[in-house]
């Protein structure tokens, strides 16, 4: 798991290429900035130019293969952040002081594959409910719950 405990990093990466996902975007007058990434599910915070970040962004990041259209000219594969119309699907914001919360529920997603959008609300309910994240068990039996269908 390469999700970080603490640490931001503002390092470019050498993986870095056309089509991958910048690790910066500006997106309604607000900064992007990725916290960190893990496969594709990553953490950007949100802040306004001048300011602290206010918020986390935890996001499944959308890949599109590369094709070739029928004049010949081909689309290079691309990698993209969820559109608003996908928010609460591939991507949920949590306020800043929710940071353990956040890492936690990207890590158990990295770890466990699934309908992302319906285990969220499964463990975000169970959380509400419980006062805490499902245990090991309780994870597990959510993920299982949940299988994933088609594309990520």
């Known amino acids: ?19 991958r996902l910048a690790r910066e975007l500006t997106a ?13 599910i990553a953490i950007y915070e949100r802040l306004q130019p001048g300011r602290e970040p206010h918020e986390f962004e935890l996001v499944v990041i ?3 293969k590369g094709s070739t259209l029928p ?4 689309v290079p594969a691309a990698e993209f952040y969820p559109g608003s119309g ?8 949590f306020s800043i002081r929710n940071r353990e919360l956040v890492f936690e529920l990207a890590r158990r997603m990295v ?12 463990t975000l309910s169970y959380s509400k409910d419980t006062g805490q994240l ?8 959510l ?10």
């Open 1 to 19: 798991m390469t999700l970080p405990d603490a640490e931001i990093s503002t390092e470019t990466t050498p993986e870095a290429s056309v089509g």
């Open 28 to 40: 309604y007058g607000h900064t992007l900035r990725q916290v960190c990434r893990d496969g594709l």
């Open 62 to 64: 959308r890949e599109q």
């Open 71 to 74: 004049d010949g000219s081909r």
């Open 86 to 93: 996908q928010w609460g699907e591939r991507g949920w914001s």
């Open 111 to 122: 770890a466990s594959p699934c309908s992302y959008a319906r285990w969220m609300r499964a």
């Open 134 to 141: 499902p245990n090991a068990e309780a994870h597990e039996a």
């Open 143 to 152: 993920a299982a719950a949940n299988p994933k269908r088609g594309r990520p």
